[in-house]
């Protein structure tokens, strides 16, 4: 079953979104990455199984992702947006058991489509 996003749109600089991503409760692992345009991936935040949360010092105490089991969803809420922001967002997930998670495209194997985030100044 596909990771599917949802939730993006345009927003002003200091504004908030909350993005979220249906995924199936077989996904141990999930991640959410962005991608602006002539940049490479990042990983903006991660879930692991064991519930340990991962955050880059550049969204880090502005981002918040939290997971609902029975809903099998993840969200990502963001706020205090800044145009740097600005970018398509993925979420992406394994379902190989780790009890970290980790910020590299490379260690997810399911990818949902993308949301774009954009922040006007």
């Known amino acids: 079953v596909q990771l599917q996003a949802s939730g993006g749109g345009l927003v002003q600089a200091g504004g908030s979104l909350r993005l979220s991503c249906a995924a199936p409760?077989?996904?141990?692992?999930l991640g959410w990455f962005r991608q602006a345009p002539g940049k490479e991936r990042e990983g903006v935040s991660c879930i692991s199984s064991l519930g340990n949360i991962f955050y880059p010092d550049s969204v880090k105490g502005r981002f918040t992702i939290s997971r609902d089991h029975a809903k099998n969803t993840v969200d990502l809420q963001l706020n205090d947006l800044r145009p740097e922001d600005t970018a398509v967002y993925y979420c992406?997930?394994?379902?190989?058991?780790?009890?970290?998670?980790?910020?590299?495209?490379?260690?997810?194997?399911?990818w949902g489509q993308g949301t774009l985030v954009t922040v006007s100044s």
């Open positions: 992406a997930g394994t379902r190989s058991f780790s009890a970290y998670c980790s910020g590299l495209s490379s260690d997810y194997e399911y």
């Open positions: 409760s077989d996904y141990y692992t």
